[in-house]
């Protein structure tokens, strides 16, 4: 795993290996964190984009472990999927805070959201745990799983590729995986 979000090292902190969370299974191998505008320091130069994540599949949804290390207003755009069909056209998948995600670091450790925001609606706390930054912030880290449905569920997915907005919420993903 990479280290950044000024300190905040997830090393060793967030699920790893092959892990049944909201009921599917992910091979969560590392964390690709994308660039984001305030939270990640220069001497982490991390990527606007991945692109090319290979599936060659035919799915009806996309499921996503995700996390933000800072928060921004309810139904921001903070990145996208894009998702690259065999016929050669491409369908954009908008990651939207507090539709899909919210902060890193919130205020319960239970695998709840924080008390006065409305439930997800892609989207579920799945994972908390605990760091020294969580501590300092009286808070827990979170991970969520996210879903997306496939416009064209019956067309093939060659790739995929994970795009930041360069927001504050610095997005990072651990795992995916499709639902057929």
Request: charged share 20%.
């Amino acid at each position: 795993m990479q280290r950044g979000f000024h300190g905040n090292d997830l090393t060793g902190l967030m699920p790893a290996g092959k892990k049944e969370l909201d009921g599917r299974l992910y091979d969560v191998r590392g964390i690709i964190s994308l660039q984001g505008s305030t939270l990640i320091s220069s001497s982490y130069p991390y990527p606007r984009q991945v692109s090319g994540i290979p599936v060659g599949l035919e799915f009806s949804r996309l499921h996503c472990l995700i996390i933000t290390g800072w928060s921004e207003p309810d139904g921001t755009e903070i990145g996208s999927f894009v998702l690259h069909y065999q016929d050669g056209q491409t369908k954009r998948c908008p990651i939207l805070y507090g539709v899909h995600v919210r902060d890193l670091v919130g205020g319960q450790p239970a695998l709840v959201d924080d008390g006065g925001n409305a439930p997800l609606e892609h989207g579920q706390v799945v994972w908390t745990g605990m760091n020294d930054i969580a501590k300092s912030l009286n808070g827990y880290l979170r991970l969520y799983a996210a879903t997306w449905d496939n416009p064209r569920p019956d067309e093939q997915v060659v790739s995929i590729d994970f795009t930041s907005e360069v927001t504050r919420c610095a997005l990072s993903m651990l795992a995916m995986t499709v639902e057929p």
